[in-house]
T-cell receptor
Framework: NAGVTQTPKFRVLKTGQSMTLLCAQDMNHEYMYWYRQDPGMGLRLIHY???????AKGEVPDGYNVSRLKKQNFLLGLESAAPSQTSVYFC???????????FGAGTRLSVL | QKEVEQDPGPLSVPEGAIVSLNCTYS??????FMWYRQYSRKGPELLMY????GNKEDGRFTAQVDKSSKYISLFIRDSQPSDSATYLCAMSGADTGGFKTIFGAGTRLFVKA
């Protein structure tokens, strides 16, 4: 049972480039989330989804887009990367209710 | 003021010590309180989960919630080097803008052998 799988694990981008981070879960969870983790800031919610075909903005959504075309997948896109988006990105999933979330191993992104 | 405050540490203790990790919060609507453990370069994993006030024990770990003081704690007894990690408190409730979970910044713990 793989749980929550994130790809890629590492990526270096130049300012202005675009990329997509992929999250896949095999637990049949309804809810999925994208967070970013920065030193001293904790985990901040970027976007979330409460079901296939639905997405919603979190605390820090600017500069990111998401899609949930299939229940098991949640994609995070950066259209034009900026150095401020250098961070570690975590995907998580849960049953409805938010309280217990299962996290992937993270994607370390550097934007130069 | 952040909704959840957590001392970032680092906290360094000798093996076998009792460790106390704490968070304070400002939103009285929080009802669910969690502790996640995050090893270096890994994702957070749920360690303890508590609803409302009181204590919960699981092996060497005890979680305490004091809603009157808006204060939660995690105690680790007989700490081991394998406990070295960052510990994130997290909380949620019906009033957190749609049942979202708010995380503390995490406390880094080092247990020396």
């Amino acid at each position: 049972n793989a749980g929550v799988t994130q790809t890629p694990k590492f990526r270096v981008l130049k300012t202005g480039q675009s990329m997509t981070l992929l999250c896949a879960q095999d637990m049949n969870h309804e809810y999925m989330y994208w967070y970013r983790q920065d030193p001293g800031m904790g985990l901040r919610l970027i976007h979330y989804s409460v079901g296939e075909g639905t997405t919603a903005k979190g605390e820090v959504p600017d500069g990111y887009n998401v899609s949930r075309l299939k229940k098991q997948n949640f994609l995070l896109g950066l259209e034009s990367a900026a150095p401020s988006q250098t961070s570690v990105y975590f995907c998580a999933s849960s049953w409805p209710g938010w309280n217990i979330q299962y996290f992937g191993a993270g994607t370390r992104l550097s934007v130069l | 003021q952040k909704e959840v405050e957590q001392d970032p540490g680092p906290l360094s203790v000798p093996e076998g010590a009792i460790v106390s990790l704490n968070c304070t919060y400002s939103n009285s609507a929080f009802q669910y309180f969690m502790w996640y453990r995050q090893y270096s370069r890994k994702g957070p994993e749920l360690l303890m989960y508590t609803y409302s006030s009181g204590n919960k024990e699981d092996g060497r770990f005890t979680a305490q919630v004091d809603k009157s003081s808006k204060y939660i704690s995690l105690f680790i007894r007989d700490s081991q080097p394998s406990d070295s990690a960052t510990y994130l408190c997290a909380m949620s409730g019906a009033d957190t803008g749609g049942f979202k979970t708010i995380f503390g910044a995490g406390t880094r713990l080092f247990v020396k052998a």
